[in-house]
């Protein structure tokens, strides 16, 4: 078992730039990916960001404003986000794949606003 805590999700104006963070706790030994999806009011839940062994992946509508960093030391995954746009505006989740045997298993966070004002 993976468990994921979120923070740093707020209220900002457009332009603007947020950190959020997850931490994992739990089987992290297992976990071979890592990242980011949102979903926004009436959508449904798109990858962000993904980190892996084979590095880093975005989505193209946040390519070049977000970034996704990981510090294996503190278990923890970050998601730079600059030049924030309304559009913006979701509920990011952090996801980890982790595989026990020979079966892989998807872990989600609770979620943590991002409300992003014009």
């Known amino acids: 078992q993976v468990q994921l805590v979120e923070s740093g999700g707020g209220l900002v104006q457009a332009g603007g730039s947020l950190r959020l963070s997850c931490v994992a706790s739990g089987s992290t030994y297992a976990m071979n990916a890592i990242g980011w999806y949102r979903q926004a009011p009436g959508k449904q839940r798109e990858l962000v960001a993904v980190n892996s062994s084979g590095g880093s992946t975005y989505a193209d509508s946040v390519k070049g404003r977000f970034t996704i960093s990981r510090d294996t030391s503190k278990n923890t995954v970050y998601l730079e986000i600059n030049s924030l746009k309304p559009e913006d505006t979701a509920v990011y989740y952090c996801?980890?794949?982790?595989?026990?045997?020979?079966?892989?298993?998807?872990?989600w966070g609770q979620g943590t606003q991002v409300t992003v004002s014009s």
């Open positions: 996801n980890a794949e982790a595989k026990f045997f020979t079966r892989t298993y998807t872990y």
